[in-house]
């Protein structure tokens, strides 16, 4: 799918894009005009092919962005690969400075947000509610297999005190969890 708001110089693709993706950057780029190109499938050595006359390439974690990927990006005069995500796992970084493209990334993401999914995932374990859901759509309110157990009390250990973890951590103490906590460098906030 390609969306031109206004004659622009600039053309963006993006790829491993999902609906919100479209509907969030087209909204946000009605004030810049870039012309963007979607496409649902992953970069690789093969849908690298997909693009021309493309100056920026939008990249997801699952992407591969590898050395020859980016000599093709680079034959294809894309100048900025930027990231979905903040991590960059996924780029050959020296590749890229080689072949003079430069690469940008999604500094942080919400830690508390990362932090709350975290204790929901915990929370959906414990207490089965996506199996009571299912139970509950059939008219089906029987409790067997479903009980959990109070995270009141409980020892929780987090391995990774930045920002997610001591987000976590501010949310596991407001259960009544004891905390446990390890990183490679210590944190006196932490401590």
């Known amino acids: 799918m390609k969306t031109t708001n206004s004659p622009s ?13 479209k509907v969030f950057f087209e ?15 992953q970069l690789n ?9 493309t100056d920026v390439v939008c990249v997801f974690v699952n992407d591969v962005v ?14 900025i690969i930027a990231l979905r995500s903040a991590g960059f796992n996924n780029v050959d970084l ?5 072949m003079g ?3 940008c990334r999604v500094p942080a993401y919400s830690p508390e947000a990362v932090a709350e999914h975290a204790m929901a995932m915990i929370l959906t ?19 067997n297999g479903l009980l959990g157990f109070d995270l009141h009390g409980k020892t929780i250990g987090i391995i990774g005190t930045g920002n997610i973890g001591k987000a976590f951590a501010k949310i596991a103490k407001g259960f009544g969890c004891k905390v446990l906590a390890f990183d490679v460098v210590i944190d006196a906030e932490m401590e």
């Open 9 to 21: 110089t600039s053309r963006v693709a993006f790829f491993s894009t999902q609906a919100y993706d």
């Open 45 to 53: 050595e093969q849908t690298v092919k997909l693009i021309s006359n």
């Open 101 to 103: 493209i430069r690469v």
């Open 125 to 143: 374990l414990n207490r089965k509610t996506h199996k009571a859901y299912n139970r509950v759509r059939e008219q089906n309110f029987s409790l």
């Open 66 to 79: 590898n050395a020859p990927v980016i000599k093709e990006l680079a034959e294809r005069k894309v100048k």
């Open 94 to 98: 020296e590749a890229a400075k080689k």
């Open 27 to 41: 909204k946000y780029n009605a004030d810049f005009g870039f012309e963007l190109d979607f496409f649902e499938t």
